[in-house]
């Protein structure tokens, strides 16, 4: 009885023995990179943040960069749904992992850091206007799908906007 009861303790040391031993333990101990912009990762030459492409010689901000058709769709404590269309236009920021985003919400400007094809705008203030939000490039649409809220006094809206590359 008591062989019948270590079975299954010594089943499962031995499968998590196994399963360990499978692991992949690649490092980057050996692996030099040749390419500008590469850097190991688990034993991989993969791209630099802020880097894309087959050579890694492209900037992951240049694809956000130009002028944009924006449908926005706004639930708003103060006016309810809203929506609203208007163009606004993406500019490199001051390093390769930021852009500028101009005409947001229609009137002023925000700063937006880029992860491959993410998008995010912490916490700021353009005046009196606190905003934050997030979203993806999807390229094969050339969109960005962007989420994000913004508040002003008493007023408070969450939105949704599509901005078309044009």
Same mark, same amino acid.
């Given at each position: 009885? !008591?062989?019948?009861?270590?079975?299954?303790?010594? $089943?499962?040391? $031995? =499968?998590?023995? $196994?399963?360990?031993?499978?692991?992949? !333990?690649? /490092?980057?101990?050996?692996? =030099?990179? %040749?390419? %500008?912009? /590469?850097?190991?990762?688990?034993?991989?030459?993969?791209?630099?943040?802020?880097?894309?492409?087959?050579?890694?010689?492209?900037?992951? #901000?240049? !694809?956000?960069? +130009?002028?944009?058709?924006?449908?926005?769709?706004? @639930?708003?404590?103060?006016?309810?749904?809203?929506?609203?269309?208007?163009?606004?236009?993406?500019?490199?920021?001051?390093?390769?992992?930021?852009? *500028?985003?101009?005409?947001?919400?229609?009137? +002023?400007?925000?700063?937006?850091?880029?992860?491959?094809? @993410?998008? #995010?705008?912490?916490?700021?203030?353009? +005046?009196? /206007?606190?905003?934050? +939000?997030?979203? @993806?490039? =999807? *390229? %094969?649409?050339?969109?960005?799908?962007? @989420?994000?809220?913004?508040?002003?006094?008493?007023?408070?809206?969450?939105? /949704?906007?599509?901005?078309? !590359?044009?």
């Amino acid at each position: 009885m !008591k062989y019948l009861l270590s079975l299954p303790l010594i $089943l499962i040391t $031995l =499968l998590g023995v $196994l399963f360990w031993s499978s692991c992949d !333990k690649q /490092t980057c101990e050996n692996v =030099l990179c %040749n390419g %500008n912009n /590469t850097v190991c990762f688990q034993g991989q030459c993969v791209c630099a943040a802020g880097f894309e492409g087959p050579n890694c010689d492209t900037y992951s #901000f240049e !694809k956000f960069v +130009g002028n944009y058709q924006v449908s926005e769709n706004c @639930e708003n404590t103060l006016q309810g749904n809203t929506n609203n269309q208007y163009n606004m236009f993406i500019s490199s920021g001051g390093n390769i992992s930021t852009v *500028v985003i101009n005409s947001f919400l229609g009137f +002023g400007s925000v700063e937006a850091t880029i992860i491959g094809n @993410e998008i #995010f705008i912490a916490s700021q203030n353009l +005046g009196a /206007t606190t905003v934050q +939000g997030f979203g @993806e490039f =999807l *390229v %094969n649409q050339r969109q960005i799908r962007l @989420e994000y809220s913004f508040s002003r006094g008493s007023e408070y809206a969450e939105c /949704t906007a599509i901005m078309t !590359k044009i």
